[in-house]
């Protein structure tokens, strides 16, 4: 018997209602499998943690997450409690930098059945891959002066190690699909950090005759994940440009609720983070309407990453066929409660 021991951290807000949904769900893969279980250890870390004791995780935090195979996180902000910038610092970006997730990988595919926030979508099959441990995501920089002098620096880290990690990534996925990679960059207003990024693209792409490679500006390719998401292919990101990109992606499939991810950490010494892509979304917080799809598409993700590709291939298709039969939240269109979706799903694995 196979056991994959996973640290959940439910978060806050939705992330709290649609993790207990999506172990719902593994618990019956683990059934259907029948040579895997699961190991759940769940950690409070959230903002209400953080109202007790001072801090998002206590000081041995990390280590403790770090003896699981995978992290499985929900959500994490609530801004009436913490600063988001304080909240998300101190768990899901300490836990992607610490944990060396450099790689997050956040697929766009239209499901049957979901009706697109497109008119008349084309059928789309996108994955960003999203650079995910530095770029604009940096704490580099500060504050100084009062009132209207005050000043405020941010400064982007781009490494070339990291920069052409997430591209080489990006080509060996897209020479397993479609064959072509779509660089955002935005090197006619960012001076240094993106001509630097697209020299990079074009050294990387030159590596790899056999494989189509196109730059795009982040603003017209947002425009183009509307206009045409289904002539992308693989589309490589900065941390911040994958971050925005990955939730037009959502939108386009119908709803934010349904967006997967995987924070991939690639050389073995910690854990990977698997998330959906969407924050704890307090405006429908206790209504019990929050779309679980997000997260139990990223069980597939979790699933997939520890070896399980054929379950969790087999549980894809079942979530398309509940959502093909109508069994949709409010944020879809639908009349169907969180749970219910979920129970639909359970009941569909089991036959
Ligand atoms: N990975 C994470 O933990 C993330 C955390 N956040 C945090 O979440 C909080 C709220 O952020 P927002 O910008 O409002 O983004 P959000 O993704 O939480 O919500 C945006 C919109 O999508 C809807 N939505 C989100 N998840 C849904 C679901 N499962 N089912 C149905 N509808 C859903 C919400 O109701 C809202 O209308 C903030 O504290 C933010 O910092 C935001 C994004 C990612
Ligand atoms: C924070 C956030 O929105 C993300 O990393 O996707
Ligand atoms: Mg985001």
Redesign the pocket.
């Known amino acids: 018997m196979k056991t994959l021991n996973i640290a959940s951290i439910p978060?806050d807000?939705?992330g709290k209602e649609?993790m207990p949904e999506a172990i719902r769900v593994l618990e019956k893969v683990a059934q259907v499998h029948g040579g895997l279980q699961f190991k759940f250890e769940e950690f409070p870390y959230s903002c209400d943690y953080y109202l007790k004791h001072g801090a998002m995780m206590p000081e041995d935090g990390m280590d403790r997450l770090s003896q699981f195979d995978s992290v499985f996180?929900g959500?994490?902000?609530?801004?009436s409690k913490v600063p988001?910038h304080i909240?998300?610092w101190g768990l899901?970006l300490k836990i992607r930098q610490e944990f060396q997730q450099e790689i997050n990988i956040r697929p766009a595919k239209l499901l049957k059945g979901i009706n697109s926030k497109l008119a008349d979508p084309k059928d789309f099959d996108i994955v960003v891959v999203r650079e995910n441990s530095e770029g604009e995501y940096s704490s580099i920089g500060g504050r100084i002066f009062h009132d209207d002098n005050e000043i405020a620096i941010q400064n982007n880290v781009f490494s070339k190690r990291a920069t052409k990690q997430a591209m080489n990534i990006a080509f060996d996925l897209a020479s397993k699909r479609k064959g072509l990679v779509t660089s955002a960059t935005k090197s006619n207003g960012i001076f240094h950090a993106m001509p630097f990024w697209d020299e990079i693209f074009e050294e990387i792409s030159e590596k790899h005759p056999n494989i189509k490679s196109e730059s795009k500006h982040i603003d017209a390719l947002a425009a183009y994940f509307i206009t045409h998401p289904h002539e992308l292919d693989v589309v490589v990101g900065s941390n911040l440009f994958g971050d925005i990109l990955s939730d037009v992606g959502a939108a386009i499939m119908g709803?934010?609720?349904v967006a997967p991810s995987a924070n991939l950490n690639l050389n073995g010494k910690y854990p990977s983070m698997f998330?959906?892509v969407?924050?704890?979304?307090?405006?429908?917080v206790g209504k019990g309407?929050?779309?679980p799809i997000?997260q139990i598409w990223t069980a597939k993700m979790l699933l997939e990453f520890n070896g399980e590709a054929n379950i969790a291939e087999h549980l894809l298709k079942v979530i398309e066929a509940v959502t093909a039969d109508g069994y949709q939240?409010p944020?879809l269109g639908g009349k169907y409660k969180m749970t219910e979706v979920t129970d639909e799903i359970i009941k569909r694995l089991g036959q």
Do not use: F, K, R, Y
Request: hydrophobic share 40%; no cysteine.
């Open positions: 978060g807000g939705v649609i996180l959500a994490v902000g609530d801004a988001d909240s998300l899901l709803s934010i609720g998330e959906p969407h924050g704890s979304a307090p405006d429908i309407i929050a779309n997000g939240t944020d």
